[in-house]
């Protein structure tokens, strides 16, 4: 079992800067698990504080069934990919792979024919003889990999590993990566910031912000339910429109009209039904109802209440037809995004967007409607920015 546990992880730095805030995280045996987030929020140090590069400055960190966090990286059996790989510039390739196995004082032959069999494997067996100046930043990277291999580890980590790379080169990479954990069932974190990657590759997510787990769960989750505004607004190859509003009459009241809650007969589809008198005119939440996160069912969205909509543009429907939809507006930026168009509709002074096939992007200034699909609609409360419903 090669499981990784953390507890009341914290790491304070000198001057009183805290990268981690007594974090709490299971991640599970052959797990590919990504940790996400913008630069400075601490996942860096948290990949390193797992392979001991850093120290803890209270908690525990256990992989399988030891606790680890006193261990030096060297006695924790993890192998740790870096973001320019590291790769040792005077030696060649096959003794870059074998290096582990020469630290660990295994034979040369031995060391040598794991490395050539590893090699193999990844693509490499025409490179051995060559020193990493003389590959391509693809190439680099698989031999990062196949050194970080030819351990054996327990755990792998790896720091923005597809971060040097082109654009079609990281495609291909993270391609390869996630075939590779799967064959081998390593527990694997990888760190990134860019949540294509974590979205792509990841079985589960931690979204990070300031040294703590803003969300935890799986890649759809974390898309489609984002549990926070912060969440929401960084997972997304487009940002999610996040419209102020206020509950009105068992509707929410945004910029240029009116959205049914979610839930609510306005709002289901299928012949669903809301709870009869769920969202009665004048209904008060409970005090605290809206409160340190706690969910609250629609029907606790009193008139007067102050909240923010989340919607994808993914889950925007334009029409040509002004009254087709819940809003309109007028046309005023197009980004293109290769099958698909970004378009951004000025309603009242704020802009949404909406996303469009290729081929179907209305003119610059045309007046449009956009439609958000009812079941793809979120609310969050506007003071702690915590999902609702």
């Known amino acids: 079992m090669s499981g990784i546990e953390l507890r009341a992880l914290s790491k304070e730095y000198p001057g009183g800067v805290r990268a981690l805030d007594a974090l709490d995280l299971s991640i599970a045996d052959g797990e590919f698990f990504a940790l996400l987030g913008p630069s400075g929020c601490g996942k860096t140090t948290l990949l390193r504080t797992i392979a001991g590069l850093e120290s803890a400055s209270a908690g525990s960190v256990h992989i399988g069934e030891r606790d680890v966090t006193t261990l030096p990286p060297g006695a924790r059996d993890v192998a740790m990919v870096f973001q320019d790989y590291a790769l040792f510039p005077h030696m060649t390739v096959r003794d870059n792979i074998a290096y582990p196995l020469k630290i660990r004082r295994q034979p040369r032959a031995h060391r040598f024919a794991r490395a050539d069999e590893i090699a193999g494997q990844l693509g490499l067996d025409g490179l051995l003889a060559r020193r ?21 580890p327990s755990v792998f980590l790896f720091d923005e590993p597809l971060s040097n790379l082109d654009a079609r080169l990281r495609l291909e990479a993270r391609t390869f990566l996630k075939r590779l954990q799967r064959e081998l069932a390593v527990t694997t974190v990888f760190v990134t910031h860019d949540q294509a990657e974590a979205l792509a590759l990841a079985d589960r997510i931690a979204v990070m912000e300031a040294g703590r787990v803003r969300q935890l769960g799986t890649p759809r989750e974390v898309f489609s339910r984002p549990a926070n505004t912060f969440v929401a607004n960084f997972i997304g190859s487009t940002p999610m429109n996040l419209l102020d509003g206020e509950v009105v009459g068992g509707r929410v009241a945004v910029p240029g009209g009116t959205l049914a809650l979610p839930g609510t007969a306005g709002a289901l589809s299928d012949g669903a039904k809301a709870t009869p008198g769920a969202l009665s005119d004048g209904a008060k939440a409970p005090p605290g109802a809206l409160g340190d996160g706690a969910k609250a069912p629609p029907g606790a969205l009193g008139d007067g209440a102050k909240v923010t909509v989340g919607i994808r543009p993914e889950y925007v429907t334009l029409t040509a037809d002004p009254a087709g939809g819940d809003l309109s507006g007028t046309v005023v930026i197009m980004e293109h995004m290769g099958t698909a168009t970004l378009v951004s509709v000025d309603v009242d002074g704020v802009l949404i967007g909406a996303t469009v096939p290729e081929g179907d992007e209305p003119e610059p200034g045309a007046l449009v409607g956009l439609r958000p699909v009812p079941s793809r609609v979120l609310i969050y409360d506007r003071e702690t920015g915590e999902l609702i419903s």
Do not use: E
């Open 132 to 152: 990493p100046a003389a590959l391509s930043g693809g190439q680099q990277q698989r031999v990062a990999l196949a050194r970080a291999v030819a351990c054996r």
